[in-house]
């Protein structure tokens, strides 16, 4: 029974790895001046920095825009994460993880 979850629950990561790499995850600044992708397993896939920023001539503010953009597209892909992963426990257990409480003990 034992060896029956675990290996549910190995398949179940399995397939959660593989949903979250065809996650894309699109996020850009208000200015439109940088854009960036990120996969459900939040890699970076694609980064795009515009000329204008650029021309500016103020590192600072690039450097705030990209932190600010790339930190929204984590954030997002940590929560699909947790989406798909939630859906999968589904799956795998009768109540999510939840019904792991009487488990053992």
């Given at each position: 029974m034992l060896?029956?979850?675990?290996?549910r629950i190995q398949g179940a990561k399995l397939e959660a790895q593989e949903k979250l790499k065809n996650v894309v995850i699109t996020k850009s600044d208000l200015n439109g001046w940088v854009?960036?992708?990120?996969?459900?397993?939040?890699?970076?896939?694609?980064?795009?920095?515009?000329k204008e920023i650029i021309e500016k001539g103020?590192?600072?503010?690039?450097?705030?825009?990209?932190?600010?953009?790339?930190n929204d597209a984590i954030e997002e892909a940590a929560n699909r994460e947790k989406e798909v992963m939630e859906e999968i426990a589904k799956d795998?257990?009768?109540?999510g993880l939840g019904g792991l409480k009487g488990l053992f003990g």
């Open positions: 060896g029956d979850l675990v290996n854009t960036v992708q990120v996969n459900g397993q939040r890699k970076i896939t694609d980064l795009k920095v515009s103020e590192p600072e503010l690039l450097e705030d825009v990209l932190t600010n953009v790339l795998v257990m009768p109540g």
